[in-house]
Nanobody, 113 residues
Framework: QVQLVESGGGLVQPGGSLRLSCTVS????????MAWYRRPPGKQRELVAF?????GTGYADSVKGRFTIDIAKNTVYLQMNSLKPEDTAVYYC?????????WGQGTQVTVSS
């Protein structure tokens, strides 16, 4: 069973930055699709950023130009800059391998003054 462990969440003021990490128990291959989702308070989970097996990346319109997803060895990162209060959410790391779908435990990001 693949395990994902997230870290890096916390409290930050608007305009600040955070870097989330997701350590995966297996090597991440091109056949895997990695993604970050988030669930704002009182709302449903939404896709934030993802990688493809073709080497591409994609971002939600709400985070384009501010967030960056990248992978190094068995860790996927989400660099979050110019944070806004609306970015406040529980952030989840996701791995898709074939028909299997794995999730991290979630890490809280709070953006407020």
């Amino acid at each position: 069973q693949v395990q994902l462990v997230e870290s890096g969440g916390g409290l930050v003021q608007p305009g600040g930055s955070l870097r989330l990490s997701c350590t995966v128990s297996e090597t991440i291959f091109r056949s895997h699709i990695m993604a970050w989702y988030r669930r704002p308070p009182g709302k449903q989970r939404e896709l934030v950023a993802f990688t493809t097996n073709g080497g591409g990346t994609g971002y939600a319109d709400s985070v384009k130009g501010r967030f960056t997803i990248d992978i190094a060895k068995n860790t996927v990162y989400l660099q979050m800059n110019s944070l806004k209060p609306e970015d406040t959410a529980v952030y989840y790391c996701n791995l898709k391998s074939g028909r299997d779908d794995y999730w991290g435990q979630g890490t809280q990001v709070t953006v407020s003054s």
